[in-house]
């Protein structure tokens, strides 16, 4: 059972361009919803995250839009740098003791 | 540097043997979390522990086991090992397990695990 669909699997964007990557999932009883970026050979790392008690977060050129109501989260890269060329998965945690799904990934490629 | 580490960073193994995947979570941090990472499968949680204790279980099989010992490092145990066990196998540690004391995760640089 797919809890959390993540697209697009991947996505070219231009230096200097806005990626977007969407996710929605079905359980409401999900609380915290992060995003991590991963590079060829290394282990997932924290990008941002958010819990459902506000729409938006920004850290720097990485923003993350929640929508409560259609159970959507999206992912914005602003000025996207070649160096923002990763996988990037968004996750849901759900109850108390981080039962944690993953989405499929989006492959990110920023070109000069 | 995530300050996980996890060995070996290689293992080559055949089918029906069984390997331990050994993970050193960060200095502080009492959960350790189990995850496999294959082509076709993405990234699967297997199982989390709490100081010592198991808090949640994920997509595991019967054949995989693991645990976490007193002095938090945790060993992921996967015997009968099929050609479809191959994959990338990452440790994370956080330093809480509940929702109210954070959730932040920190991913080792993984295992992978190549079954012939």
């Known amino acids: 059972q797919q809890q959390v669909k993540q697209s697009p699997q991947s996505l070219i964007v231009q230096k200097g361009g806005i990626s977007i990557i969407n996710c929605a999932y079905e359980?409401?009883?999900?609380?915290?919803f992060p995003w991590y970026q991963q590079f060829p050979g290394k282990g997932p790392a924290l990008l941002i995250a958010i819990r459902p008690d506000v729409s938006e977060k920004k850290e720097g050129r990485f923003t993350i839009s929640f929508n409560k109501s259609a159970k959507q989260f999206s992912l914005h890269i602003m000025d996207s740098q070649p160096g923002d060329s990763a996988t990037y998965f968004c996750a849901v945690h759900s109850g108390g003791y981080q039962k944690v799904t993953f989405g499929t990934g989006t492959k990110l490629q920023v070109i000069p | 540097d995530s300050g996980v580490t996890q060995t070996p960073k290689h293992l080559i193994t055949a089918t029906g043997q069984r390997v331990t995947l050994r993970c050193s979570p960060r200095?502080?941090?009492?959960?350790v979390y189990w995850y496999q990472q294959s082509l076709d499968q993405g990234l699967q949680f297997l199982i989390q522990?709490?100081?010592?204790?198991?808090?949640a279980k994920g997509n595991i099989l019967e054949r995989f086991s693991a645990q976490q010992f007193p002095d938090l490092h945790s060993e992921l145990n996967l015997s009968s090992l099929e050609l479809g066990d191959s994959a990338l196998y990452f440790c994370?540690?956080?330093?809480?397990?509940?929702?109210?004391?954070?959730?932040?995760?920190?991913f080792g640089p993984g295992t992978r695990l190549t079954v012939t």
């Open positions: 200095s502080g941090d009492l959960s």
């Open positions: 359980n409401t009883a999900f609380d915290y």
């Open positions: 994370a540690s956080s330093v809480a397990s509940q929702a109210s004391e954070g959730y932040e995760q920190y």
């Open positions: 522990y709490y100081n010592g204790e198991e808090r």
